[in-house]
Structure formats: structure tokens, C-alpha cells
């Protein structure tokens, strides 16, 4: 009786285990199937407040690309500064000067945003 018992407890050790097993096993396969934001992604520009945007795509034609801190933010939303040696254009557009790449700051007036500063600044800025 006393090994019926022990199996009995085994069987519904398994029978329970396995179930609590699954959706934890789904749930990480759901997690690490998701989109992946690579190093160079034109999402990075579809982000940026429409007039900001139209200022980079005037700058840069054709298919575009930008790393992740091509954009940075202070006092967010209210400054943006792009750093241009974090963007690839299609056509091979050198945002480059001497040894300073092009930075641009836009300012928050409302709803658009101002171009108040561009400079050229060590590129890992």
C-alpha cells in the first residue's frame, strides 16, 4: 500500500508539474521571438517629430539608416540633438569636417520644433 502510495504521489507530481511547466516555457519562447531593433534602422528616423524628420530626409536621400543615439534627447521632448555620424544615407552623404561630425539641436516651440544650433563636434559626442 505504502509503494501505491508513493507512485500515486509521483503521478500527480508529474501531472501537475508538467502544466505549470508549459506557459512558462511559451511565455520565454513568446519573449525572445519578438522584433529585434538592430544597431542601423530607419525606425530611428520615423521616431523624430515630423519637421524634425523632414529636416534629416532633406539632408539625406534615399534609403536611410540611423543607430540608436543618432537622436538624444534633453529635456525630453523639449531639445533634440541629432549627431549626423550616427546616420547612413544611401547616397553616401559625408557629414564630416576635418575631424567633427555634424551635430544639429532643434528646440520645442509648440508644436514644431526650431533649428537652433548646428555645429561640427568630435564624432563620439
Known sequence: ????????????????????ALPAGAAFAR?????HDGPWNPDHIDQLPPDVQDEVLHRCRGHIQAAHYFATYLDRPRRIKLHYENLRCETEQSFKHG???????FVSLGARHRLMKSYYAPCSD
Open 31 to 35: 519573449a525572445s521571438s519578438g522584433s
Open 1 to 20: 500500500m505504502r509503494k501505491q502510495r508513493s507512485h500515486l504521489v509521483l503521478l500527480l507530481a508529474v501531472c501537475l508539474g508538467i502544466p505549470l
Open 99 to 105: 575631424d567633427g561630425c555634424l551635430h544639429e539641436e
